[in-house]
Nanobody, 126 residues
Framework: QLQFVESGGGLVQPGGSLRLSCAAS????????IGWFRQVPGKEREGVSC????????NYADSVKGRFTISRDNAKNMVYLQMNNLKPEDTAVYYC???????????????????WGKGTLVTVSS
């Protein structure tokens, strides 16, 4: 059964850092682009970053460019999101999912799957 499990969220002060992890079970990630998304209650889920299957291509939403870094370890079937210089507006539940292809369409995986885990909550507050 395909499942994504996100972890690493928490409460952090503005300017702080967190590293999110995305683990996939029932699914091998290395053929697909993977994306991170986030959602604030009452708003639509939005794309944050995408990484191609090899890790050669990474793209970011303008709002996180220069602060977030996406990476992957295909041997471990894991994808990560390093978040630095966090801002209150980064507060959200963060999710990962796979695209249907090896490449990204901008900062979102091409044809993202409609499989979502529980997400991990990131709260940026002083």
């Amino acid at each position: 059964q395909l499942q994504f499990v996100e972890s690493g969220g928490g409460l952090v002060q503005p300017g702080g850092s967190l590293r999110l992890s995305c683990a996939a079970s029932g699914f091998t990630l290395d053929n697909y682009a993977i994306g991170w998304f986030r959602q604030v209650p009452g708003k639509e889920r939005e794309g944050v970053s995408c990484i191609s299957n090899s890790g050669e291509t990474t793209n970011y939403a303008d709002s996180v460019k220069g602060r977030f870094t996406i990476s992957r370890d295909n041997a471990k079937n894991m994808v990560y999101l390093q978040m630095n210089n966090l801002k209150p507006e980064d507060t959200a539940v963060y999710y990962c999912t796979s695209g249907g292809y090896w490449y990204c369409a901008g900062y979102i995986p091409r044809d993202p799957m409609d499989y979502w885990g529980k997400g991990t909550l990131v709260t940026v507050s002083s």
